[in-house]
């Protein structure tokens, strides 16, 4: 349905003669037609962050069992994937506005009180943002306003960003920041020129490779397409060597400074070469082949035109596209450092100890049973989330946790989200972890949103007023202003900011959209005359609720006074804390992420907004911490010893070590160079679905709730469909259908029905499923002691039970779950197997002899555990395993050996293995070997 409304509305526009880029008026509130490609959900987008030798990565395939979503596939590369900060001599992301947007600023409110009031009785004229008359097509203010035939940008996404999902090499992040490139002395501090200075737009997950210093990863090209009129190939033809550009990723100036362009092209798709994509991608990602990165650019192309010129001819392997390569990074920063000049990383910086004692009973738990959410009260700081805690909910995020931010503010005013949280975070965390692990609730509770790729913000759930409740709420307030004795051209009614934010990656094109949003209902907002007594405001209260409650309307009312010293009261449908039952509902729909009220973690000092959510482990309230402390304490507690970063940090999972093992060839082949494989997509879409059916049912069985299997199979169809309306469409192998996929999925989950059900009539205490948590091995010096390197292990577990012990003597042990298609493994095997080995000790470093609590992470009961299980689940045939002391200690040696092995293969594959002292030690080393001597 969804997607029929979008595909009606694109329509009727084009019929209507609007520009193009106007349709995405249809893609408000409705999800957009989506496109060929691959569910990516399962292998995120890769990140590396280069210091001292670790690369970072986003995680293991297992971070995106919740939502199959197109994560995207371009390689986000370079020292600043991981920095939550801008580095010195570089713009803060979103500090500073498009210059172009001057031109149409008025069009479209940024924020409370922006737009020009008006007075009570009146409707708040919608303003013209473009004025055509007498300027003619493709003019430069055309441009500006991006009411022109062309938009001056070209396309609007890499060719790369969602067109070759890739799975990132699994090491953990050091935090430093690389300085900038610089600026000569003699350049042009100006801002004159700038302005004049033609731009080339890349999305956020690309900035980390823009800003790369390895050669090898470095993003220093891009391909965009020229549409088929004469602005457009005249606009390209500016982009010629020899000519200043900005790169520009979201309005920000990603190297501080201007570039120069050293090649441009023009060429059909067909008659690019390998050499044309180079720069375009990371060196390794060549070898796909150049008949794979031509198929890649045109789906990607294709794409973009159906979204934003579908008026425009298909794009074919004749499409013409300009090609522009530009210094790089590194080169600019060599012509104010030296031609042999490499920029350094700060070494990891030491943290500020935690004020907390992480031994407290009361919240010891956290250290060991991590949440399955952390909701973050983003009102009760004074400034923005520093680098340090962006840093920790990323390494929580890729662990499996989700977050959502809270806020009373719209969420692009000033002291939001917007502000405090989405601005300060590296282009990694934008385009990689906030898709999958992250909602927000704005606007005091009325209006829950996620952050998709590409940093815009979606709405999913929305408490909005009608037209006609509006316009009771104006003339209420107008009379009520005349009994008060109030000036009604006094009493002024405020303009609501736009609910949803649209990256402007081409000029013109959000702020089209921005100028037709109409206003968001969600809320009445006032503002007083300062001369306004306090009895009079409280008489125009009263009658203003008198007049509501005679129409029937009761919202929630408050009445607070703005920083000029002028009071402003608002009416809305819900307020932060009673929206907390809607955001369950929103992240068990959207995610598949059913939460119980143990399994959060609430950071806040609101008492409200902690009594709304009952249950939870009260943080702040047993500390007695506020603000950004009590955010970075409680996550310095989850994190414990993970909350330090230490120079070569390896990460990974059993999974991606299994993978490896296998199959060490396939393994880098199809994880870091081949593209996109359709007949792969349904394969997570299916696991995928399963698992969230499964996680209904154990959230309902927890509830006292018992569905039939018509019931739950019910609601599996249901996800699916809405599963299909969310993501591109699936690629399926040949022969086969979505119809037989999807009642093969049916019944392999009711298998785990069955199983599910099974296991709580046995008497088990079901604590939830895919439960996220991390463990760290560690490899010693033998002679000195010393810790060489850590290497963090996550973990996501499928489903966790306690089986108590029949004599009632406060103990359990704790089970393992793992629901496995394909065929059964003998129990000789799975005792071998590198997963059940890996669950086995994580359970015995973290729970073995500990306290279990129940209900989970905040529960008031709690078993001590004395036996640990890993139990396999084969189309619900039961398989236990049996892992031993011996056995774990040599996981712990395979751990370290294959994480290893994991990292010393990609550095070669990526060309990071030079070595220049190593080789030559090598060398040295390497004993000549003698010739035989002929016969003769």
């Known amino acids: 349905m969804k997607r029929t409304l979008s595909t009606l509305l694109s329509a009727a526009l084009v019929l209507q003669g609007l520009p193009a880029a106007a349709q995405s008026v249809a893609r408000g509130g409705v999800s957009a037609p989506v496109t060929a490609g691959a569910v990516a959900g399962a292998v995120p987008t890769m990140s590396f962050a280069l210091g001292a030798g670790p690369i970072v990565t986003p995680g293991d395939p297992t971070l995106a069992l919740r939502k199959p979503l197109a994560v995207g596939g371009q390689l986000a590369l370079g020292q600043a994937a991981m920095r939550s900060g801008p580095a010195p001599g570089q713009i803060a992301v979103g500090a500073s506005a498009n210059r172009q947007e001057l031109a149409g600023a008025a069009a479209r409110p940024s924020g409370e009180g922006q737009r020009k009031p008006g007075s009570i009785g009146t409707l708040l004229a919608v303003q013209q943002a473009h004025q055509k008359a007498g300027r003619p ?190 210094q790089s990074y590194l080169d600019l920063y060599r012509e104010t450092h030296g031609k042999d000049s490499v920029p350094k990383p700060e070494p990891p910086a030491p943290r500020s100890p935690l004020v907390v004692d992480a031994s407290d009973p009361r919240i010891a738990p956290l250290s060991r049973f991590l949440p399955r959410a952390v909701f973050l009260d983003l009102d009760m700081l004074d400034g923005p989330l520093s680098p340090e805690i962006l840093s920790d909910m990323a390494k929580l995020q890729r662990t499996g946790v989700y977050f959502v931010a809270l806020s009373r503010k719209p969420y692009a005013a000033a002291g939001a989200i917007k502000e405090r949280l989405i601005r300060q975070m590296s282009s990694y965390q934008l385009g990689v972890l906030m898709p999958i692990r992250f909602m927000m609730v704005t606007d005091d509770g009325a209006v829950i949103s996620e952050l998709p790729k590409g940093g815009n913000v979606v709405p999913v759930e929305v408490e909005a007023f009608s037209d006609a409740q509006m316009d009771v709420f104006r003339d209420a307030a107008r009379k009520a202003a005349e009994e008060a004795g109030l000036s009604t051209r006094g009493v002024k009614e405020l303009a609501q900011p736009r609910i949803d934010d649209y990256a402007d990656e081409i000029p013109g094109l959000a702020r089209r959209k921005k100028a037709q949003t109409r206003q968001p209902n969600v809320r009445f907002k006032v503002s007083f005359p300062k001369t306004a007594t306090a009895a009079q405001l409280k008489e125009w209260r009263a009658q203003f609720e008198t007049r509501l409650a005679a129409q029937g309307l009761s919202p929630k009312l408050s009445l607070a006074k703005g920083a000029d010293g002028a009071h402003r009261f608002t009416a809305q449908k819900t307020d932060l804390a009673s929206s907390m039952p809607r955001l369950l509902e929103a992240l068990g729909a959207k995610y598949g992420l059913y939460l119980n009220p143990g399994d959060a973690l609430v950071l806040t000092d609101d008492p409200a907004l902690q009594a709304a959510n009952p249950g939870t482990l009260d943080f702040g309230g047993i500390t007695g911490l506020k603000g950004a402390a009590l955010i970075e304490n409680a996550l310095g507690v989850a994190l414990a010893e993970h909350r330090e970063n230490h120079e070569g940090d390896l990460a990974g999972s059993a999974s991606r070590m299994a993978s490896f093992t296998r199959d060490r060839h396939r393994y880098l082949s199809e994880r870091l160079i081949d593209q996109d494989k359709e007949e792969q997509n349904i394969n997570f879409f299916s696991g995928h679905a399963v698992h969230a059916a499964n996680d209904w049912l154990i959230y309902e069985v927890q509830n006292g709730r018992r569905p039939t299997k018509e019931q739950f199979a019910a609601h599996m169809r249901a996800h699916w469909e809405e599963g299909l309306l969310e993501v591109k469409p699936i690629g399926l192998p040949q022969g086969q259908t979505m119809t037989g996929w999807l009642e093969a999925s049916v019944e392999r989950a009711l298998g785990m029905y069955d199983f599910v059900l099974a296991a709580a009539d046995r008497g088990e205490l079901l604590i939830g499923t895919e439960i996220p948590n991390f463990f760290v091995v560690k490899d010693y010096e033998r002679r000195t002691g010393n810790v060489k390197r850590r290497y963090i292990l996550h ?142």
């Open 137 to 326: 097509k493709g003019s430069a203010a055309d441009v500006a306003l991006g009411m022109g035939a062309f938009d001056g940008a070209g396309t609007r996404f890499s060719h790369r960003d969602e067109a070759s999902p890739v799975v990132g090499p699994a090491f953990e992040p050091p935090m430093p920041a690389l300085p900038g490139p610089e600026r000569p002395q003699n350049d042009d501090e100006g801002g004159g020129e700038g302005d004049k200075r033609l731009k080339l737009s890349f999305p956020t997950a690309m900035k980390s490779g823009l800003l790369s210093y390895e050669p090898t990863l470095a993003i220093n090209a891009k391909i965009s397409r020229v549409r088929e009129f004469d602005g457009s190939r005249d606009y390209w033809k500016q982009f010629k060597k020899g000519v200043e550009i900005d790169v520009v990723s979201k309005d920000e100036d990603v190297f501080g400074r201007p570039t120069k362009i050293t090649r441009a092209v023009t060429k059909r798709i067909a008659d690019l070469s390998r050499d044309d994509f180079r720069g375009t991608v990371p060196a390794h990602q060549l070898k796909a082949g150049v008949r794979s990165l031509r198929a890649s650019l045109v789906s990607s192309l294709e794409e973009k035109r159906r979204s934003w010129n579908p008026a425009d001819p298909m794009v074919t392997a004749n499409t013409r596209v300009r090609v522009v390569e530009f």
């Open 795 to 936: 973990t996501i577990f499928d489903f966790v039970t306690l089986r108590p012990d029949p004599k009632g003597d406060g103990t359990a042990k704790v089970v393992i779950y793992d629901f496995k298609s394909g065929p059964t493994k003998t129990r000789g095997k799975l005792n071998k197997d590198l997963q059940v080995m890996t669950y086995s000790l994580f359970a015995h470093e973290k729970w073995y002899g500990r306290d279990f609590p129940v209900p989970y992470l905040a529960g008031g009961k709690s078993l001590r555990i004395d036996d640990v299980g890993v139990e396999f689940i084969y189309n619900a045939v039961k398989q236990i395993t049996t892992v031993n002391a011996r056995d774990r200690d040599k996981i712990r040696k395979k751990i370290i050996t294959v994480l290893n092995g994991i990292h010393a293969a990609e550095q070669k594959m990526l060309g990071l293995d030079h070595n220049p002292a190593k080789t030559t030690k090598a060398k040295a080393d390497k004993k000549p070997t003698q010739k035989k001597r002929s016969s003769k």
